[in-house]
């Protein structure tokens, strides 16, 4: 079944201790970094409860011109996102976790702050037969019936949580995974189209906790091992 998982997209983040604001001089920089010309920033201004806007934080998206690479500046958070349309496989996401190192240090270095967690999440897009999966997942369960009924919807979520060596320190590691059924909406010959298609989002992050602060070594060790740790949690599912 490994082979019928497609790249939807990865992710890679850092939990900031304060917001980084745009400025024109860390877009040149990180175009500079990038090798990107011309790329896109949008600015916002995220909302409470209420609607209203909240003035003091401003959220910003530095996107590549092809949309393939996008670092979102939120609230005390860092997000790279990668499109990349192929099979997943160890290569990539080491490709992928090599770019998140470059682009978080860079940052870091620009605005040096402590950083509170640390995540990798790769989203896959399922293109097989959804019967073999959904039959995978019902496997997964050591009880799965009501009154000789099976589950038949794809819907499943599952959280464990490991104890990891990040730079000489142990880190309590949580392996998050769910498997469910999106909505995609693209435009074909002027006209909206909607479709399913079965998303696989995996995410692996550190857990929240006072005593947790990362710095630059524990940075590059998270993403230097975040391959392996999300091939693992994979293989978990889907090894043959």
Known sequence: MKENLIIKKYRGSIFLSQDIASDKELIKE????????QATIVEKTPQDPTGKDVIAQKEWNYISPDNCL?????A????VEQKIATEFSIESITSFAHLCVKIFVFILKLRPQNISRLAIAPT????????QLISKVNSFYSRNDFLGCQN???????????????ASKKININYFSKFFINNEITIEEGKLKISNEVLLNFDINTSVGDEYIFAQEDIKDFFKKSPEF???FINYYFGE
């Not at 990180?30 to 010309?37: A, Q, R, W």
């Not at 996008?70 to 939120?74: A, D, L, P, R, Y």
């Open 30 to 37: 990180l175009s500079e970094l990038l090798g990107i010309s």
């Open 70 to 74: 996008q670092i979102n500046f939120q």
């Open 76 to 79: 005390q958070k860092i997000d």
């Open 124 to 131: 896959l897009k399922f293109t097989g037969d959804i019967r």
């Open 152 to 166: 038949d919807k794809l819907d499943f979520s599952q959280v464990y949580r490991r104890s990891e060596l990040l």
């Open 230 to 232: 999300c091939n693992n």
